[in-house]
């Protein structure tokens, strides 16, 4: 007999009785991803397994998946929990602009604070509640504009699509840092640095060059250089914004 086809995590029940004689120990769906949550924050994602989260919640791993039965469901879980620390107003306020950079600064502190974050909410397609909580706010501001919910979309495609850039970026020079024990500034000067002059000094790549010696972006720390992106990706959605809304006559 073929199994059942897998639901979503968000359709089933929050544990799935089964018959037999034993009293059980109760645990809840949150316990459970709270614990994979502070695993994967300190270890990874991939230590984050049913195994370790039963040894952490001291009970056995086969107990743990009548709440949360696929490892596909715990990163669902996992991914709206984080989701979730993601403050935001009850709807866009008027400033559209104003109410995207506040969300891109919010999901970048969340997706620092679990580096594991973005790395699967871009690999997987999920849509948990605190997750289409944030997607909505951000349709929302578009909205206000009277776009329509294709063009809304697009927009807030690419603003995502930076965000999950830069994060992940951001993310990569985290832990190659902690990774080689040097800090971003020292692993720039003590381990590209004496690469990088040299190609500066054999004037092969002229334009490389002049990113390095005459740039006004390339030094800046972290978050000044995300807000910068980030003032440009909402520069480009201005401009596209005019010939996205519909003629003055057909609003009502």
């Keep these: 007999m073929a199994d059942a086809e897998p639901t979503s995590i968000w359709m089933q029940p929050e544990r799935q009785e089964r018959s037999g004689p034993g009293r059980r120990p109760g645990y809840s769906r949150e316990q459970i991803t ?17 195994r370790r989260i039963a040894g952490e919640l001291g009970t056995g791993a086969m107990s743990l998946y009548r ?28 400033d559209w602009r104003g109410d995207l950079a506040l969300l891109a600064r919010r999901i970048r502190a969340t997706g620092l604070r679990h580096p594991w974050l973005i790395a699967l909410l871009t690999s997987r397609p999920t849509l948990g509640p605190h997750l289409l909580r944030v997607h909505e706010f ?25 965000l999950h850039s830069a994060i992940r970026r951001e993310i ?11 800090d971003p500034e020292r692993w720039k000067r003590d381990y590209m640095g004496p690469y990088v002059r040299q190609v500066v000094e054999s004037g092969a790549f002229p334009l490389f060059n002049r990113s390095v010696l005459d740039s006004r972006t390339a030094h800046l720390a972290p978050e000044e250089r995300f807000r910068h992106g980030l003032d440009r990706v909402l520069d480009a959605i201005a401009a596209l914004i005019p010939s996205l809304r519909p003629p003055r006559a057909g609003r009502r």
């Design 34 to 50: 709270r614990t994979a949550v502070r695993i994967a924050d300190a270890e990874g994602v991939e230590a984050a397994t049913m």
């Design 138 to 162: 951000a349709l929302g501001t578009f909205d206000e504009l009277g776009l329509d919910i294709d063009d809304s979309t697009g927009l807030v495609a690419m603003l995502n699509d930076y």
């Design 172 to 182: 990569g020079w985290l832990e190659e840092a902690r990774r080689t024990g040097l």
């Design 67 to 94: 709440y949360v039965p696929r490892r596909d469901d715990l990163f669902d879980l996992m991914i709206d929990l984080a989701m979730s620390e993601v403050e935001l107003p009850d709807g866009p306020s008027g």
